[in-house]
């Protein structure tokens, strides 16, 4: 004969069936976990602890007239530079460097046996053009108008001339010097691509669809290089070059200094790694 369970028991069975449920219920939805926040360091490219100063100097700039390449780059590193570097930025007037380059090529091809005049020994750039051009690379004249990469080749014997970039470093007191070159210039671009476009059935259920269409679109091209020296001796430690390309609808119209502005976004994190030290944050996931 089986007769029902005191009130004692019966209230401890509930329970039970209540913490075996509650259980169930929990490995049924799977482990709790939480995330935590972390940060990765990321050495610098460039060993700067020699220097404590730094001089963005300016840079030979081309592509588009509707921006200013030269001085806006020169702004933005700068403005960079006094928050994330431990450096002293140096407030200086942009160089106009494509000049500079165009008067060394015209003191570079006069006689070497005529004495030097009065205006030759205060114009900024002293000496010869570089430490050991060419011949060839010499005699390469300097395009007037930058609209594309070729036109920028001719003036990278400008970043070899030591004795005027040594002279440069003198006058600021020797500091680390940036400079380079920078190319903006539009793009257009056609063919097809892919877009989601989303549909719905017969019964309202909606899904996406990969669409392919022929469009044709327009945008931009940075491709600016970073020189880097040494303003002790005004020889070159270290350079880096990048491309960054962005695209729109035809029909959408952007400012070329916002397109500017959004592409140098993508590249001020990868300049700022030769100076100093970087953090990259993520998260970690753990189980309860």
């Known amino acids: ?23 169930a ?15 990765t360091p990321i050495q610098p490219k460039l060993d700067v602890s020699a220097f404590q100063r730094v001089l963005i100097a300016g840079f030979v700039a081309g ?16 403005s960079q530079l006094r928050t994330k570097s431990s450096l002293r930025v140096i407030d200086a007037d942009v160089m106009q460097l494509q000049e500079i380059a165009q008067d060394q090529s015209k003191g570079a091809a006069e006689p070497a046996d005529d004495p030097p005049s009065n205006h030759e020994s205060s114009a900024p750039a002293p000496g010869p053009v570089s430490a050991a051009p060419t011949a ?46 920078v190319l903006f210039m ?15 059935d017969a019964y309202g259920r909606r899904r996406v669809v990969p669409v392919r269409s022929y469009m044709e679109r327009k945008g931009f091209i940075l491709r600016p290089k970073f020189v ?19 695209l729109y609808n035809s029909q959408t119209n952007t ?3 916002s397109s500017y502005f959004e592409l140098m976004d993508r590249l001020v994190p990868n300049f700022l790694s030769a100076l100093s030290s970087q953090k990259i944050r993520g998260t970690r996931v753990l189980l309860k």
């Open 1 to 23: 004969m089986i007769g029902l369970l005191p009130p004692k028991n019966a209230r401890n069975l509930l329970l039970a069936c209540a913490v075996a449920t509650c259980a």
């Open 25 to 39: 219920v929990t490995l049924a939805c799977g482990p709790s976990y939480f995330e935590i926040p972390i940060e």
């Open 63 to 78: 592509g588009t007239d509707d921006v200013d390449a030269n001085q806006e780059t020169v702004r933005l590193l700068r």
């Open 136 to 181: 060839e690379h010499a005699s390469q004249p300097l395009p007037a108008k930058i609209k594309e990469e070729k036109d920028l080749e001719p003036y990278e014997r400008l970043f070899a001339n030591t004795s005027y970039w040594k002279r440069i470093g003198e006058e600021y007191q020797n500091p680390l010097i940036v400079t380079g070159t």
């Open 186 to 200: 539009p793009n257009s671009r056609s063919g097809f691509v892919s877009r989601d476009v989303e549909q719905y």
């Open 228 to 246: 880097f020296i040494d303003g002790r001796t005004g020889a070159t430690i270290y350079s880096e070059s990048y491309r960054e390309e962005v």
């Open 255 to 257: 400012p070329a200094l």
